[in-house]
């Protein structure tokens, strides 16, 4: 995955247009000591206002943040409560641990996602051909019969088990659950999509997502990873993640648009967000993706859309390919770490394209508006050039 095109020229010093030129940022540093002594304090600077930045921004966003799960989950605990009565095949998997809640991503502030891990997968095949990008079906064993199967009607004439009629089952046990709540003054079913989505307060939206926990296993549509000439994150690592797994979620998805009804019927979608955190653990990484979350939900939350915080994540994980040394994600970095990647989105989105990192075939800006993500690249562009010329700047980003 490398830069396809240049940041569009602007008039710009020709100093700053160099270091702002994504081009070049990939081989050389924004800040390069030999260059100039004075980059040194300019670099010092850049990190003392993102410090300052993160302790102050970030720290109360992650706060808030995290007062809004505790009241969402006590709602969507109450509902998967209710339809674990009616259905005892679903049941809640939403469990705190460690002050974090198992298979709950925050998309935004205002928007989460719930996975609700299902039970017994043993006898399906993990099907993988790519043929469907970005998702994969489950097919009965061979020899194995359908009634051994807790899943038994779901399962097709073909002997595949239908990610999208387990989430019909799922909308209609969650609809009444709703209707039978402590909370259904506050909760309701959002409306035609497919998608099991719950609206609190009028404030959030939840998705409940029904999907399988697949550890000890690795898609083959990712088995180009890791990248044998890139040391980065190294055997032990790469272990841990394989190891780690995927999940296959029951959702809509987006690369399957215009195919085969039956194929997008039956399709799972691929999901590595315990692997993305633990490739991301170390150094400046997370606290790096914090602040470019904070700065997308202050600057970049624009019309159609184009841009959410697993597009922040994706390109953090890229930027650990380009600088795979421990070294690089020190906390002196964190200024040239964040401007390699806004540079980076701004390069994806002018190029309309930003590849999943495991799943290089799925383009993570597939059926945005293109005017949305011209319009997110200039927003882009001006939130990068503030940061760098400007440092200071971020007291009032």
Known sequence: FRVQQPVSPLKLAPA????????????????????????IAAQAKL???????????CQARKAAI??????????????????????PRFISSLNEMDNRYEGLEVISPTEFEVVLYLNQMGVFNF??????????????????KRSMSLWVEFITASGYLSARKIRSRFQTLVAQAVDKCSYRDVVKMVADTSEVKLRIRDRYVVQITPAFKCTGIWPRSAAHWPLPHIPWPGPNRVAEVKAEGFNLLSKECHSLAGKQSSAESDAWVLQFAEAENRLQMGGCRKKCLSILK???????????????????????????????????????CLG?????????????????????????????FQGKPHSALE???????????????????LEKL
């Not at 007062?67 to 709602?75: D, H, L, S």
Request: net charge negative; glycine share 4%.
């Open 66 to 87: 995290a007062k809004t799960i505790r009241e969402v989950c006590k709602v969507v605990s109450d509902v998967l409560k209710e339809v674990e009565v009616q259905e």
């Open 294 to 332: 904070t700065l997308r939900d202050r600057h970049l939350e624009l019309p159609g859309q184009p841009l959410n915080n697993y597009h922040m994540k994706t390109l953090v994980s890229y930027e650990c390919e380009k600088h795979p040394r421990e070294s690089d994600w020190d906390e002196s």
């Open 336 to 364: 040239d770490r964040l401007n390699g990647i806004l540079l980076q989105l701004i390069s994806c989105l002018q190029c309309r394209r930003c590849p999943h990192y495991f799943l290089p075939n799925l383009d993570l």
């Open 375 to 393: 319009n997110a690249a200039k927003q882009t562009w001006r939130l990068a050039r503030e940061i760098l010329t400007n440092p200071k700047s």
């Open 47 to 57: 990190v003392y206002h993102l410090n300052k930045y993160y302790n102050e921004k």
């Open 127 to 144: 099907v993988d051909d790519g043929s469907l990008p970005g998702c994969a079906v489950l097919k009965l064993s061979d020899g194995r």
């Open 16 to 39: 700053l247009a160099a270091a702002l030129d994504p081009t070049a940022y990939c081989e050389t540093p924004v800040y390069n000591p030999d260059l100039c002594p004075n980059m």
